[in-house]
């Protein structure tokens, strides 16, 4: 049984703000530090108080009776949720979009002053609608229809590709890089990869003293780079061409490239005066402008165009208490048609449902959970458990990975 299989047979056949560091920068990470860990003892003390619904359609229980919550939450609108885990461990799957994959981050220490930010990933079975966990791999991208990934081995820059089948964990072939390979990604037919080359590990972390002699590890920022360019490969074949790209003070250390939705050019993003800037190249490695229907979009807004092309997702646009809003705009025009909740718009469910981070009420610091939320209504409708924040700055809690699914 694979993943479609599962979500219809449970549906019954439905379905970084980037900005440079300023002075006295080491003393505020470490302050931030301290912070989260005294934020999360008091944000227990208040949970321990509070009682909160976990997912539309089931009901508050009475005060002293035993919490009768189903683990997974099924409806007749295409969702699989389950707003009791945090990580998830059973898929969860919103229309043509599923939770393919997660991954959480922490430093690894190479010297006295460099690391590296490594990732262990997640993977949905598709035979079992499970996330397992699977730490040979530095680097995830899944294909549409979550049965395939392209993965790196531990080591970065990666001299070969993974083309992983997700049902048995065993790599189907490897296709060799000239070049060292440190992203990959998808264009949206699932056929062609996208891998950014890079001359060192993208993910270098440096040490920072404060002024009380405490220290953190932080990523490099714009200007370090080591990006040179990027192979545009076919699937079925390995084949493919590499081409360079110039050296620029705006970016970070990883700047992974990705298809735009044409699949003509690919888009990374910049560093500059507003967040989620993007510059576009054509194929062989010169700056373009962006697509019509893509100048307008956010690199830091992953959900982009709605699957018929008619709206944008873009970024946080107003909060009030424990509520987000992000704008939604005609693509063409820029124009702000409406507005939808989430503080993060992740992937489109359909033309007028999005998955989102969302803030999960209650008092204390932002903690987010992936919610269902649709343009035109104010209901969210919970997908996973409150994603806690981590007591450890350095660190990166679960960060989810969708991929369309395919019937």
């Known amino acids: ?31 931030v530090r301290r912070r989260r860990r005294t934020r999360r003892l008091a944000c227990a003390a208040a949970a321990a108080t509070a009682v909160v619904a976990v997912a539309v359609g089931v009901p508050l229980p009475d005060a002293g009776k035993e919490d009768v919550r189903p ?3 099924l409806d007749g609108n295409g969702v699989l949720a389950h707003p009791d885990q945090s990580p998830p461990r059973d898929l969860i799957a919103a229309g043509r979009s599923v ?22 990933y ?18 995830v991208a899944v294909a549409p229809g979550a049965r395939t990934a392209a993965v790196l081995e531990r080591e970065l820059p990666a001299r070969r590709i993974g083309v992983l089948d997700l049902a048995t964990g065993r790599v189907d072939r490897w296709i060799p890089a000239d070049r060292g390979v440190g992203g ?5 037919d699932g056929g062609r990869l996208v891998a950014t080359t890079y001359g060192e590990h993208p993910d270098l972390m440096e040490r920072v003293e404060g002024s009380s002699g405490d220290v953190a590890w932080v990523p490099r920022f714009g200007g370090t780079s080591s990006r040179s360019g990027f192979y545009v490969l076919d699937v079925a074949d390995g084949r493919g061409t590499w081409s360079p790209v110039a050296e620029r003070p705006d970016i970070n250390g990883r700047q992974d490239f990705a298809f735009s939705r044409d699949g003509r050019l690919v888009y990374s993003q910049v560093i500059g005066g507003r967040d989620g800037l993007q510059q576009f190249h054509d194929l062989a490695g010169n700056e373009v402008a962006a697509p019509a229907d893509e100048r307008h979009l956010r690199s830091d807004v ?23 809003w992000s704008g939604i705009r005609d693509p063409r025009t820029g124009e702000e048609v409406t507005r939808v909740r989430g503080a993060d718009l992740l992937a489109w469910a359909d033309d007028r449902r999005l998955i989102a981070w969302e803030r999960a009420p209650g008092p204390g610091e932002y903690r987010p959970r992936l919610v269902l939320v649709t343009i035109g209504s104010e ?15 350095e660190t990166a809690e679960w960060q989810p990975v969708f991929a369309e699914r395919r019937a």
Do not use: I
Not at 184 to 188: E, K
């Open 99 to 120: 939770l393919a994959a997660y991954y959480t981050a922490e430093p690894v220490a190479r010297s006295d002053d460099r690391a590296v930010l490594t990732r262990t």
């Open 71 to 73: 683990a997974a939450v």
């Open 1 to 31: 049984m694979n993943v479609d299989e599962l979500v219809r047979d449970a549906l019954r056949e439905q379905a970084a703000r980037l900005t440079a560091p300023g002075p006295g920068f080491a003393d505020r990470v470490l302050t």
């Open 379 to 393: 209901k969210v409708v919970p997908l996973s458990g409150v994603r806690e924040p981590d007591e450890v700055f």
């Open 184 to 188: 990959l990604a998808f264009s949206r």
């Open 122 to 139: 997640r993977l949905l079975d598709p035979e079992t609608g499970r996330y397992e966990r699977d730490d040979r791999w530095s680097f």
């Open 302 to 324: 992953s959900a982009r165009l709605s699957p018929d092309g008619r709206l944008a997702a873009l970024g946080l646009t107003a909060e009030a208490r424990d509520r987000s």
